[in-house]
């Protein structure tokens, strides 16, 4: 099958399935779609018990997408950068001690949290792992992705603060995430022993630091030349060149491509925008990349629905990867409310925070990506299935969940004032 018709594949059910959610369902966009996608998932499979032959075309079609290079190497350039230049930079900056300990610090802590314990409880199943994998799992699946989950929170009233501290936390820590990711992938390789605590920070920085500063030059010299001109449709070009040929040379240098993404996004968002564009361009470059970013997620929610005809399951993995989902919450809460204790002598956190922030930390595609990255010898196919139960539980459930859970506790707390 023809990469082209793949594609017109692609667009047509997310616009399909986006059509059925938006008229009937009602879900959030990026959830409808993905259980939409489930569903016919279930249905090629019993379709497949009478046809057989549908069934292996479908597969066929379905493994034909790389997802782990469409998503890493295209579509997350577009879906950071996107959500970068929607941010308000004074709300992060008020904010920015909470924002860089959770997405660094936070993501840290998460990797081993999760690690650890996993290593124990894939022992429990008789099955031998090396530490060193169960640690890639941890940094695959720190990442929160909670895209769908801002637009609940905020028709939940939750405290300005605490939703800032999401979106923020959202955008740097896939960028941290694949950092970490790809710093103990290489330590897996070429085996701890040779390597040493120096080249460890060196590669962190390199990956980290450098994302930040090759960002940041990016969005100066994109703010420079769309000051020059006034022209929307070459400006939004320019705003095209900035993501993909930036996320190229990002790659080609070894640096890291989404935090350059979200700093040339912040930069993009919050100086060229403000400053250096007229009120068309604006309106016509705002409206793009929203629409961009609709796009994205609708097709990323998508093939992760339909990814579930090529991941294997088995009852071992499957009840593994339900106790994984404790260890991963489990994970989130001690690398939330750890950063929160350290923090609280100086600066004061919204009551609930911790609960809502560890129920709100979903995870997306960014973690699914990156366990199909994963070779046979590492155990790949099993942490793949984890990842995806893990993944579908934290979109589905949680997704679903988190406004009520969130309006539940404020308006307790609420009561509690007015008691006193």
Known sequence: MEIYNVITIIIVLAAIFGYINHR?????????????????????????????????????????????????????????????????????????TSIITFSTIGVVISTFVIGTLLYYTISLFGLSVNYLYCLLFGA?????????????????????????????????????????????????????????????????????????????????????????????????????????????????????????????????????????????????????????????????FLLIGFEMLVIPFNLTLLWLGCITIVIVLFGRWASVSLPILVMAYKKSFPKNTIPILTWGGLRGGISVALALSLPKYMYGEMFVSITYIVVLFSIVFQGLTIGRFARRLIRKEEEKIKEI
């Open 24 to 96: 009937f369902i009602k879900l959030p966009g990026t959830i409808g779609i993905m259980l939409i996608s489930l569903l016919a998932s279930l249905v090629v499979i019993g379709i497949g018990v009478v046809f057989p032959k549908f069934f292996e075309k479908t597969i066929q079609a379905i493994g034909f997408i790389d997802f782990t290079q469409l998503l890493l190497r295209v579509m997350l350039s577009f879906l950071l950068f996107a959500a970068a230049i929607h941010v308000d930079s004074k709300k992060l900056k008020s904010q920015r």
């Open 140 to 300: 695959l699946i720190s990442p929160t992705d909670p895209i769908a989950v801002v637009g609940i929170l905020r028709k939940a009233k939750i405290p300005d603060s605490l939703e800032t501290k999401i979106s923020g936390e959202s955008l740097f820590n896939d960028g941290v995430g694949v950092v970490i990711f790809i710093t103990v992938y290489e330590i897996a390789q070429i085996g701890i022993e040779n390597v040493s605590a120096w080249k460890v920070l060196w590669l962190f920085v390199k990956e980290a630091g450098g994302g930040f500063m090759f960002g940041y030059l990016l969005g100066y010299v994109g703010y420079l030349a769309l000051r020059s001109i006034d022209n929307y449709v070459v400006e939004v070009m320019i705003t095209l060149a900035i993501v993909m040929g930036g996320y190229t040379l990002a790659d080609d240098m070894g640096i890291s491509g989404p935090i350059a993404m979200v700093v040339a996004g912040l930069i993009t968002g919050n100086k060229s925008m403000v400053e250096g564009m007229s009120d068309i361009t604006r309106d016509y470059i705002g409206k793009f990349w929203e629409m961009m970013d609709e796009v994205m997620n609708a097709i990323l």
